[in-house]
């Protein structure tokens, strides 16, 4: 029996104002890097690490919605970030704009944080087999 979400997604103007904010985090955080000079083989490395938070959905559908919702928060990026800079730390800048923009990308595509009644229940709405489901057979 699937539970019924605990959140409702935001939609319209809200949600394309969302996805806008990861576009915008996106081409910051890719310009910053550029900026600062470092290497693309590092971030085509990296960029889809974040991702790995999806093995916490092993342990079902709670742990991997908080597993996966700090990873894909932009607070950890900010206090790596914040740590790196002011330990003068290039990796841990480098390290932490990659994974912004990972979080950025994610937002942009329409990938939201994660409800626990499910992978597919996000705070932007419905996404893989949710959405598939929620629309019904085509025709």
Same mark, same amino acid.
């Given at each position: 029996?699937?539970?019924?979400?605990?959140?409702v997604a935001?939609?319209?103007?809200?949600?394309w104002?969302?996805?806008?904010?990861? $576009?915008?985090?996106?081409?910051?955080?890719?310009a910053?890097?550029?900026r600062?000079?470092?290497?693309?083989? $590092?971030? @085509?490395?990296?960029?889809?690490?974040?991702?790995?938070?999806?093995?916490?959905?092993?342990?079902g559908? @709670?742990?991997?919605?908080?597993?996966?919702?700090?990873?894909?928060?932009?607070?950890?990026?900010?206090?790596?970030?914040?740590?790196?800079?002011?330990?003068?730390?290039?990796?841990?800048?480098?390290?932490s $704009?990659?994974?912004?923009?990972?979080?950025?990308?994610?937002?942009?595509?329409?990938?939201?944080?994660?409800?626990? @009644?499910?992978?597919?229940?996000?705070?932007?709405?419905l996404?893989?087999?949710?959405?598939?489901r929620a @629309?019904?057979?085509?025709?």
């Amino acid at each position: 029996m699937g539970e019924v979400p605990s959140t409702v997604a935001v939609a319209g103007p809200v949600r394309w104002w969302l996805r806008a904010e990861g $576009l915008v985090a996106l081409v910051a955080c890719v310009a910053l890097y550029a900026r600062l000079g470092n290497g693309w083989l $590092l971030f @085509a490395v990296l960029l889809l690490a974040p991702d790995l938070a999806m093995l916490g959905y092993l342990r079902g559908p @709670a742990v991997g919605a908080a597993v996966y919702n700090v990873v894909h928060s932009y607070v950890l990026p900010a206090l790596l970030f914040a740590a790196g800079w002011l330990g003068d730390s290039a990796l841990a800048v480098a390290l932490s $704009l990659i994974w912004a923009a990972h979080i950025g990308m994610d937002r942009a595509l329409g990938f939201g944080l994660k409800d626990r @009644a499910g992978f597919g229940f996000t705070h932007l709405g419905l996404s893989g087999r949710a959405a598939r489901r929620a @629309a019904g057979p085509a025709g």
